[in-house]
């Protein structure tokens, strides 16, 4: 079936340690995104990416790094500079990018990634 | 500028109530609405999507959603609450299919 499979569930890191999480989609989609989730705050955009090789910046970029060499993946790398990087990832993807005929285009979400510092 | 506001963190009704999820939007654009459904320690799924087809939008698991533009509003209603039902409960804009605005979530909780 295609999905979004993000891995692995939890993570668990140290203190100055970088760990990635894992994304990949089979879905052929263009755009894909990563999401952070807090209690209470919703969701907050990291990174998204419209096509290979080019990513940009959301709002809480700092401290997270990512790169798409590869349509179907986009990893997130959680640096030792990201001080509170206890959260819930979510990882997502979206069909094609960009002009009035994607409008209203759904976004598609995988089923997440806790993190944990120890 | 885009943004959704979603009125009330947590939601408590009795099973077989009625289920009213408020949800604010704010456009400059026609915009695109959504409504996502989140159980715990999941991703997000899709409830329904408004994109200007009609303005009662008819979603999976009985929930549907009215889009009113003169009150700004995109309010998520069912008509008899299920205990499967609890969860949280997300609205979501976007433009151009690009960007996506998320509100802060609702929490549902269904009493037996």
């Known amino acids: 079936d295609g999905g979004i499979t993000q891995s692995p569930k939890y993570l668990f890191r140290k203190e100055g340690q970088n760990v990635t999480l894992s994304c990949e989609q089979n879905?052929?989609?263009?755009?894909m995104y990563w999401y952070r989730q807090d209690p209470g705050q919703g969701l907050r955009l990291i990174y998204y990416s419209q096509i290979v090789n080019d990513f940009q910046k959301g709002d809480i970029a700092e401290g997270y790094s990512v790169s798409r060499e590869k349509k179907e993946s986009f990893p997130l790398t959680v640096t030792s500079a990201q001080k509170n990087p206890t959260a819930f990832y979510l990882c997502a993807s979206v069909p094609r990018t960009g002009g009035r005929e994607t409008a209203g285009n759904t976004i598609y979400f995988g089923e997440g990634s806790w993190l944990t510092v120890v | 500028a885009q943004s959704v506001t979603q009125l009330g963190s947590h939601v408590s009704v009795s099973e077989g109530a009625l289920v009213l999820l408020r949800c604010n939007y704010s456009s400059s654009v026609p915009p695109y609405l959504f409504w996502y459904v989140q159980y715990p320690n999941q991703g997000l799924q899709l409830l329904l999507k408004y994109t200007s087809a009609a303005t009662l939008v008819k979603g999976i698991n009985g929930f549907e959603a009215e889009f009113k533009k003169s009150e700004t509003s995109f309010h998520l209603t069912k008509p008899s609450a299920h205990m499967s039902d609890a969860a949280e409960y997300f609205c979501a804009v976007s433009n151009t299919g690009n960007q996506f605005y998320f509100g802060t979530g609702t929490s549902l909780t269904v009493i037996p």
């Open positions: 879905l052929n989609h263009d755009a």
